[in-house]
């Protein structure tokens, strides 16, 4: 099973006043495109947890678990920009960097406590568990082609005739774009790991992991993944 929680350094502020387009008198003209990296940051247990059933059945709401893994996905971005003289005591402004780190922290395995670290049942859980961090790392990888040629695309269109006074709010506006199309992308990835996670989670996979070892203490020792988006 697999719960995970997401993190972005997302301003709130939206100033519709500022954005270009129709409010403007003509467009501002990028000097080039702007360059885009990004990085992901894939997801590492930090440490393998052992865990008794009345703790592990609090946190999943279900009796019959018996292993799961945590995970937190964040992104944190960085911008640059350029700008030019537009007349009229106003300047162009349009972002020419983009660098976004993407990917998973505070990702923690728990495996219940019954079963010792040499044992065949512990090896099964584990085994599974990791296949759940594999899942979350090839759908975050997957997704950043994808995501990549997004910005290259709209970053041609987030420019801004703005007073100097207002450089400042200008970008904000700017970022906050950017930023919600990081998180459309990562929302996307997150929802086919939904999928990927729930074709491992089904009761013949369980039976199929069961019959490698004896002497369970339950039929099953996984359950359907859940995620929780903000």
Known sequence: MTILRTRFALLALLIPALWSGAAQAYPCRPDGDAQITLRMQPATPQ?????????LVRKTGKPYILGLTEA???SVGQYTFGRYADGQEKQCLYITGIDFTIGYEDVLIYI????????????????HEMRHVEILNQE??????????DLSRI?????????PQRTQQAQRAIETR??????????RAMRRVDRANARIDTKQAYLAENRKCRNWRSIAHASQSSQHMD
Do not use: M, W
Not at 112 to 127: F, K, N, T
């Open 47 to 55: 440490q393998i947890i052992r865990i008794d059933q009345q703790a």
């Open 72 to 74: 937190k996905a964040f």
């Open 140 to 149: 975050l990888q997957r997704a950043l082609p994808g995501l990549k040629q």
């Open 178 to 187: 950017v930023r919600g199309r990081v998180r459309l992308a990562i929302n």
């Open 155 to 163: 970053s041609r269109n987030l420019t801004q005739r703005v007073r």
């Open 112 to 127: 219940l406590g019954e079963y010792p670290r040499e044992s065949c049942q512990y090896g099964v859980i584990h085994a």
